[in-house]
C-alpha cells in the first residue's frame, strides 16, 4: 500500500513539473482549419530547435476571431482578412501567413485535367442557374467548339461555412454585378441552384459521383487528389491553369498595404499569369498583448525563412518575398519584432 | 429513535441523498439548456420575432436575413417519409418475430435488430453516401420517375434530375436507423398481450392473420404509437447520416429528388463558420426551435405509453 501511494505521489509531482515546464513554452491559437497542416509542419519542425509547442485548435475562422477578440488565445487565425476599421475596435493586429486559392472541378464525360476553359461571366451564370447545360453556346465559343454533352449541370458547392467560400463568392462578386447583387459573398451563401457538400471531400466526392456536374474545392485538395480542374481566364486575359507558378503571381501583384493592415481579398489580381481565385490566410493578434505577440511573431518569422519547402510540400503557397519584408517592417513599427 | 436506529439510518440518508441528486442534475440539466439557447438566440427572436421567423424561407447569411421555414420543413419532411417507410417495416418485424417466427429464429433476429441500433450514425451516412446514393440514382430513382413520374399530382413528387442525394435517399437512411426503435417497442408492447386472450382466439378457430389484426394489434396499438413517436424524435435529431446525402439547401423542396436541409444538419454545417452575432444568434435559435419540437414529439410519446400502461395493468 504504502508503495503504492508513494508512487502515486510521485507521479503526479512528475507530471505536474512536466506541465509547468510547457506551460512556460506554449503558444495558443485557434481559427481556420484551411491553414492548420501547415503551421502544424512548422511548429513541429520549430519545436525541435526552440523547445516552444504550440497549441493550435482549428475550430473555424469565426471561432479563431471570437477567442482573440475575448483574449482566450495568443493568436486568432482567419481566412478571411479583417477590415482595418473591425481590427481597431477590436485592439487586433493582421498579417498574411500563407497563400491558397480555390479551383473548380468538373466531371464532364471525355474532358481531362485542364481542357474546358471557363471565364468569370459563364463561371457565374453556371452557378446563378442562369447557364443550364453544357453545350451552351457562351461556353462552347469559349472553347473553340470543343463538343459538350447537350446535358443539365449540376452545380456543387459547400454546405459548410468556409473561409473557401468566402474566397469564391469574393471572386464571383467580383466578376459578375448579378452575383454580387442577387447573392454576394461570405462563407456560406444563399445558394441559388445546386447541391451542397460538406468539406472539400463532400464536394469533391458529389462532383466524382455525379455526371456533368460542377464545383469548387481548394486548390491542394484538388492538386493532391488529382481532381479534373479548369482553366479560368484572369483579369489581364489570359487562361491559366491553376498551379505553384500563377499563385505565387497573384500574391507578388495583388496590392497588400500594411497600413492597411494587409486587407485584401487576393482575387482577380492584376498579374498576367495570376490565377484569379487566391486568397491569404491571416494572423491576428491582441495589440497590448506585446510580450506574447513577440513570441507569436518569432515562429512566424522563423517559418517565412524556413518554412516554405514544407508548405510546398502541403501544396500551401508561401508568401513572396517583398510580402514577407513588408510584414517584418509592420511587426517592426508595432513593436514586436 | 435510538442512536442504534439513528446509525443505521445514516447510510440509507447518505443514498437517497445521492441518488436525489443525481435525478434533479437532470432537470437541472435541462433548465440549464433551455435558458443557454434563450439568451443565445435573443437577439435573433428580437430581430424576427416568432411566427416570421418560422415562416421565412429564406435563410441568407450575407445579407442577415434568416428564416426556419426551409429548414423545419427538410426536418419534417424527412422524420415523414422516414417514419413512412419505417413503421410498417417495423410492425412487420415485430408481429413476425412475436406471434409467427418459430423460436430458434427469435434470438438471432431480435440480435440483428440490436445490432442495427447499435451502428453509429456516421457510418450510415457514409454507407449511404457510398452505396446507397449511387444505387439511387442509377436504379431506383429513375425507375420511380419512370412510373410515376406522368400521374398527374404525385408525379410533382419525382420530377427533377435523379442525383441520388436528396430527399428520398435521406428519409431511407432515417428509416433504417428508427427501424429497430419502433421494431423492439412494438415487439415489448405484443409481448404485453396476455396469452390467456390469444389463446382462447385460437381456440375459437381464428387464424393467424386474425389474432394478430383482432387481439394482438387492438391489445397494443397505443404502445406501438408510443414507440413510433420516440422514433420521431430519434428521426427529428439524426445529424451526420442526414448531412451525408440531403444535399443541404436552404430551399422548399417539392420533389423527392430535391435537395434539403434539416434544423441539426444547418447547424453542424454552419456553426463553426458563423461570423456575425446574428449569425450565430439565428442558429440558436433554430436549436431552440428543434428543442421545442423534440419536447412536444417525447411528451405526446410519453402521454400515451402512461395511457396504455394505465389501461393494461388494469
Redesign the interface.
Known amino acids: 500500500m504504502k508503495k503504492i501511494l508513494s508512487i502515486a505521489v510521485l507521479a503526479v509531482v512528475l507530471s505536474s513539473s512536466l506541465f509547468a515546464a510547457q506551460a512556460a513554452e506554449t503558444l495558443n491559437g485557434a481559427g481556420a482549419?484551411f491553414p492548420y497542416p501547415v503551421y502544424s509542419a512548422w511548429a513541429f519542425e520549430y519545436n525541435k530547435i526552440s523547445g516552444v509547442q504550440l497549441n493550435y485548435q482549428s475550430?473555424?475562422?469565426?471561432?479563431g476571431?471570437k477567442q482573440i477578440t475575448e483574449r482566450t488565445v495568443d493568436f486568432g487565425a482567419s481566412d478571411?482578412p479583417q477590415k482595418p476599421e473591425k481590427l481597431a475596435t477590436g485592439k487586433l493586429l493582421q498579417f498574411p501567413a500563407v497563400v491558397g486559392g480555390v479551383v473548380f472541378v468538373v466531371n464532364i464525360g471525355g474532358v481531362k485535367s485542364g481542357e474546358l476553359k471557363l471565364d468569370g461571366s459563364t463561371a457565374c451564370k453556371i452557378f446563378l442557374g442562369d447557364i443550364k447545360k453544357w453545350n451552351d453556346k457562351q461556353i462552347e465559343a469559349m472553347n473553340g467548339g470543343m463538343k459538350l454533352p447537350d446535358a443539365?449541370i449540376?452545380v456543387v458547392h459547400r454546405?459548410?461555412?468556409?473561409?473557401t467560400t468566402a474566397i469564391f463568392?469574393d471572386y464571383l462578386s467580383g466578376v459578375c454585378p448579378a452575383w454580387k447583387d442577387k447573392?454576394?459573398?461570405?462563407?456560406?451563401?444563399?445558394?441559388p441552384v445546386?447541391?451542397?457538400?460538406?468539406g472539400n471531400e463532400?464536394v469533391a466526392?458529389?462532383v466524382a459521383?455525379?455526371a456533368n456536374s460542377i464545383g469548387y474545392v481548394e486548390f491542394a485538395y484538388a492538386k493532391q487528389n488529382n481532381l479534373v480542374h479548369t482553366k479560368l481566364k484572369n483579369k489581364a486575359g489570359a487562361f491559366v491553369e491553376p498551379s505553384f507558378a500563377s499563385f505565387e503571381n497573384a500574391a507578388e501583384t495583388g496590392t497588400f498595404d500594411p497600413k492597411q493592415d494587409f486587407y485584401l481579398w487576393l482575387t482577380n489580381a492584376p498579374g498576367k499569369n495570376a490565377w484569379p481565385i487566391a486568397g491569404a490566410t491571416f494572423i491576428l493578434l491582441a495589440k497590448e498583448k506585446t510580450e506574447a505577440n513577440k513570441k507569436v511573431v518569432k515562429f512566424f518569422d522563423w517559418s517565412f525563412q524556413n518554412g516554405d519547402a514544407k508548405a510546398k510540400e502541403l501544396v500551401y503557397v508561401p508568401l513572396p518575398k517583398t510580402l514577407k519584408d513588408k510584414i517584418r517592417g509592420y511587426w517592426k513599427a508595432n513593436g514586436i519584432l | 429513535m435510538t442512536t442504534e436506529a439513528k446509525k443505521r439510518n445514516i447510510p440509507d440518508l447518505l443514498f437517497s441523498l445521492l441518488t436525489g441528486l443525481a435525478s434533479f442534475t437532470i432537470i437541472l440539466l435541462i433548465l440549464g439548456i433551455l435558458a443557454t439557447l434563450l439568451t443565445e438566440s435573443w437577439p435573433a427572436i428580437r430581430k424576427f420575432g416568432f411566427f416570421r421567423f418560422l415562416f421565412t424561407v429564406e435563410w441568407n447569411p450575407v445579407k442577415e436575413v434568416f428564416g426556419a421555414a426551409s429548414t423545419v420543413y427538410g426536418t419534417l419532411l424527412t422524420t415523414f417519409f422516414a417514419l413512412l417507410f419505417a413503421i410498417p417495416t417495423a410492425i412487420g418485424i415485430a408481429i413476425f418475430v412475436t406471434e409467427i417466427a418459430p423460436n430458434f429464429l427469435k434470438g438471432p433476429i431480435g440480435a440483428a435488430i440490436e445490432l442495427l441500433a447499435a451502428i453509429p450514425s456516421i457510418i450510415y451516412g457514409m454507407w449511404g453516401l457510398f452505396t446507397l446514393a449511387p444505387i439511387m440514382s442509377k436504379y431506383i430513382e429513375p425507375a420511380l420517375q419512370k412510373w410515376f413520374g406522368s400521374l398527374p399530382v404525385l408525379g410533382m413528387l419525382f420530377r427533377g434530375t435523379p442525383l441520388g442525394i436528396d430527399l428520398l435517399t435521406a428519409s431511407v437512411i432515417l428509416a433504417i436507423m428508427i427501424i429497430p426503435f419502433t421494431a423492439s417497442i412494438s415487439r415489448d408492447s405484443f409481448n404485453l398481450t396476455p396469452s390467456v386472450v390469444k389463446e382462447s382466439a385460437y381456440a375459437m378457430g381464428a387464424t393467424q392473420w386474425e389474432v394478430v389484426k383482432d387481439v394482438v394489434l387492438p391489445y397494443s396499438k397505443l404502445g406501438v404509437f408510443g414507440g413510433a413517436v420516440l422514433s420521431l424524435g430519434r428521426a427529428l435529431g439524426e445529424t451526420m447520416a442526414v448531412a451525408f446525402v440531403l444535399g443541404n439547401n436552404h430551399r422548399i423542396a417539392t420533389s423527392l429528388f430535391d435537395a434539403a436541409s434539416t434544423i441539426t444538419v444547418t447547424l453542424a454545417n454552419e456553426f463553426a463558420e458563423a461570423d456575425s452575432d446574428l449569425y450565430l444568434s439565428s442558429l440558436y435559435y433554430l436549436a431552440l426551435v428543434l428543442f421545442g419540437l423534440s419536447f412536444l414529439a417525447l411528451a405526446t410519446a410519453k402521454l400515451f405509453l402512461l395511457r396504455a400502461e394505465k389501461k393494461y395493468s388494469r
Request: glycine share 34%; no cysteine.
Open positions: 482549419s475550430i473555424g475562422s469565426g471561432g476571431i478571411a443539365d449540376t454546405s459548410d461555412g468556409s473561409g463568392t447573392v454576394g459573398g461570405g462563407t456560406s451563401v444563399n445558394w445546386g447541391i451542397g457538400g460538406k463532400g466526392n458529389y459521383k455525379t
